[in-house]
Structures are given as structure tokens and as C-alpha cells.
């Protein structure tokens, strides 16, 4: 219990309780829900794209490697926190992607920080995409090198921004939108950086296991895995079910970032049991092809089967359909009319969406049934708000407010 401390003297916090109320007002305030273990709802909030997280060989992986080496990894990578299971993985990644080299890190963001600040300097430019995620963001920010946002998925923007600049310079792009599950223009933007001379990074978070041959990426559907000038980074917490990230690209990249990335450096290594599970996931995904063509064309079939029923979704490129709200308050009372009903789905609202629109965030999954699919169709539709569906007045409604959270 805290102690109660009282005073005359000013609350240093107050100014939280305006925040708190200035969000709850705006319809803005967020909470957080436990999930049970035996939930019995449609789950189509998570990123579980393949159904690997519970998978009888990733889950048997994950207590083999708690059993031999521990709970926790000890140390950092660079100390104690190596074992032969992050070798192992860092090897078959970079191989299953067409890399030469890879390095995991304790999360996604981690890895994306790791790329964007020991790639650059104080002289180098940035030119990162308005959509990008925000681990990409905070890397720019903690970079201290000058970042320029170019309009999403805008090559051209790119090429003028890089014709303004005379030093070295870093591309950074998701392949695929975390919120709207679009694909990047990498085949144009990596012909850009060939001809300007810049290094081209890209985020594989909602690629990986679901995009390219058999789930290899998208640089690898480009043809650009394994390019001297592209980096890539994923995470191993979406397709491969487990907990982790890890930064690809050639070997002195890899190299460079052991030396000096400071979430390498300074972050106690991935949990054995998080690296276990991912590498036993990354087998079963190289086994088995035919999960990451699964995962797309339930994604398209959930697509087609929603803006069927009048609903607002633009076509996807991997795993993730997202149909716009109404409003902010509209998103989180359809995303608990759809969990009162049965299925999970993601409800974006600002400042996660840098457009200000709201939307739920439906993901495919590869194991998803016909059942359940009808199911999932059936729920979002008959609790959709009014205002969603094309023909009424208010559709499509006005972005809701100004960018933020860039
Ligand atoms: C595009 C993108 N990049 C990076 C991350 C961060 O990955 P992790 O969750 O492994 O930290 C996410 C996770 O939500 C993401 O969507």
C-alpha cells in the first residue's frame, strides 16, 4: 500500500490527472485487458499470423531451452548472454531470408533502434516514411542525425530529398503498414538508393513468414535480399510466434552493430526460451511452405468478404485488413461489440495512427478454419457502426484530427 503523504506544497503529478482527463474526454484512454489462457474468443487482434505461438514443437522448443539453459539469458550478449541457440538462430535467419549475417536482439524495437542509430551519425540524413513504426521513429530521434519524413510510400519524394543532399544517407521503410497492412514500393526505393548512394533499410515485422517464397520476407520477393547496400530488421514475436528481433544485412553490418549498437551492447540477450521457440518456428516455416500463402489468401478472403458487406478496408498485401471507424469512440465500442460477440480485433485510434482516421485491425491467420472465418465475417458486420458502411451520408468520415505522434 503507498503511504500517504500530505502537503501544501504542489503535486508534481497533477498535471497527469489533466492529461488522464483531456484523453478520457477525447474518447482516447487506454487500458489493459488480461488475457485468459483457455479465452475462448476468435482471436483476430494478435499477430500470430502463421498459428505458430502455440504450435506442439515451438512450445516443447521454448521448455527445452528453459530446461538446459535457464530462465533468463544472465547477462548481456556480449558477456554471458550468448548461447549456441542465438548462433544457431542468427545463422538459419540469415540463411532462410538470403542475408549473410544476422543479429538478434531482446525485441523488434530493440533491433530497429539498434539499425537506424548505429547507422548513422550527426552528418548523416534520414529519410523515413511518414507511416513508419514507431520503433523506426525513436530510432531517428535517438540517432541525432537529420531525419526528413517523406510522404508514405512516395519513391519520388524519396529520390528529391536524396538529390538535396550531398552525405551519406539512410532510407528507412516498413515493408508492410502496421496499421493499414500496405505494402512498401521497395523494387522503386531500392533503385533510388542504388543510384544515390544511400543504404536501404527496412522493417520485415509484418513480412516475414508471410511475404516472398515460402515466407522469406519482402527484400527477398523484391529480389533485394542480401543486396551490399539493404538492411532488414524483423521481429521474431509476429509470424514466429516466440519473443525477440533481429537485424539482417551483410556481415561487417553485422559486425559494426555488434561493436557498437547500444540495444545490443547494454540489453540483457533474448531469453533462451523466446529463442528456442523462434528457432524451432523458423524450421517449421522453412518445412512448410504453403503457411505464409495460407496466411495471405485468408487475408484477402476476409477483405473481399467485409467491403462485400459494405464495410471500408483497403485491399491487403500480407496479413493485416484494416477497415476505418467512424470515430474514436465508434472503433472501441465496435471492438467491444465484437469481443461481447466473440472475436478479438485490434482497435487503432490516435495518436497510433498518424492519419488521425480510426480503425479496427483484423489480422488473418493461417490456421484460421471456413468456421471461423464466417464467423469473424459475420460479427464484424452486424456490429459495425452506421457510419461505416458506404451509402450513408457520413461515409467515408473526415480524419478525425492533426497528425501526431510522428
Ligand atoms: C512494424 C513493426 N516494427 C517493429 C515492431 C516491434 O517489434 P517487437 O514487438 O518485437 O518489439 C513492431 C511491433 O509491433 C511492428 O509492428
New binding site residues.
Given amino acids: 500500500m503507498p503511504q500517504e503523504h500530505r502537503s501544501t506544497t504542489p503535486d508534481p503529478f497533477d498535471w497527469i490527472d489533466e492529461r488522464h482527463e483531456r484523453r478520457r474526454r477525447a474518447g482516447l484512454l487506454r487500458s489493459l485487458r488480461p488475457r485468459p489462457a483457455d479465452s475462448s474468443l476468435l482471436d483476430l487482434a494478435g499477430?500470430d499470423y502463421l498459428g505458430l505461438t502455440r504450435h506442439p514443437e515451438v512450445v516443447a522448443a521454448a521448455r527445452d531451452a528453459v530446461r538446459r539453459w535457464g530462465a533468463g539469458a544472465t547477462g548481456s550478449r556480449l558477456v554471458t548472454g550468448t548461447t549456441e541457440l542465438h548462433t544457431e538462430l542468427e545463422a538459419e535467419l540469415a540463411d532462410f531470408c538470403g542475408f549473410e549475417a544476422a543479429l538478434v536482439f531482446s525485441?523488434?524495437?530493440?533491433?530497429?533502434l539498434a539499425a537506424v542509430t548505429a547507422l548513422t551519425d550527426r552528418g548523416t540524413q534520414v529519410v523515413s516514411d511518414a507511416a513508419n513504426?514507431a520503433?523506426?521513429i525513436d530510432g531517428c530521434r535517438l540517432s541525432r542525425a537529420t531525419t526528413v519524413v517523406v510522404p508514405h510510400a512516395a519513391p519520388d519524394a524519396v529520390r528529391k530529398t536524396l538529390d538535396d543532399f550531398d552525405g551519406r544517407a539512410l532510407v528507412v521503410t516498413?515493408a508492410v503498414?502496421?496499421v493499414d497492412g500496405d505494402a512498401a514500393p521497395l523494387g522503386e526505393l531500392a533503385t533510388v538508393c542504388r543510384e544515390r548512394g544511400a543504404a536501404l533499410l527496412v522493417?520485415e515485422?509484418?513480412s516475414l513468414g508471410v511475404l516472398g517464397d515460402g515466407g522469406r520476407g519482402a527484400l527477398h520477393a523484391a529480389g533485394l535480399a542480401g543486396s551490399p547496400g539493404a538492411v532488414a530488421?524483423v521481429?521474431?514475436?509476429?509470424a514466429l510466434g516466440a519473443?525477440?528481433?533481429a537485424v539482417l544485412g551483410p556481415a561487417r553490418v553485422i559486425g559494426h552493430l555488434v561493436n557498437t549498437a547500444r540495444t545490443f551492447v547494454f540489453d540483457t540477450g533474448l531469453a533462451p526460451a523466446a529463442t528456442g521457440a523462434a528457432l524451432a518456428a523458423l524450421r517449421l516455416l522453412r518445412g512448410e511452405a504453403a503457411r505464409a500463402a495460407r496466411v495471405r489468401a485468408v487475408a484477402r478472403e476476409l477483405h473481399a468478404r467485409l467491403t462485400a458487406a459494405g464495410l471500408e478496408a483497403a485491399p491487403p498485401d500480407a496479413a493485416v485488413v484494416s477497415v476505418r471507424a467512424p470515430s474514436p469512440q465508434a472503433a472501441v465500442r465496435w471492438a467491444a461489440d465484437c469481443r461481447d460477440a466473440g472475436v478479438a480485433v485490434g482497435c487503432f485510434r490516435p495518436p497510433s495512427v498518424p492519419d488521425g482516421v480510426s480503425r479496427l485491425r483484423l489480422t488473418a491467420r493461417a490456421d484460421l478454419t471456413d468456421d471461423q472465418l464466417d464467423t469473424a465475417v459475420a460479427v464484424v458486420t452486424r456490429t459495425a457502426p452506421h457510419a461505416s458502411r458506404p451509402g450513408d451520408a457520413s461515409a467515408p468520415p473526415p480524419p478525425e484530427g492533426p497528425r501526431r505522434g510522428r
Fill in positions: 499477430n525485441s523488434g524495437y530493440a533491433a530497429n513504426h520503433s523506426l516498413d503498414f502496421s522493417d515485422a509484418h530488421t521481429t521474431l514475436s509476429k519473443q525477440g528481433g
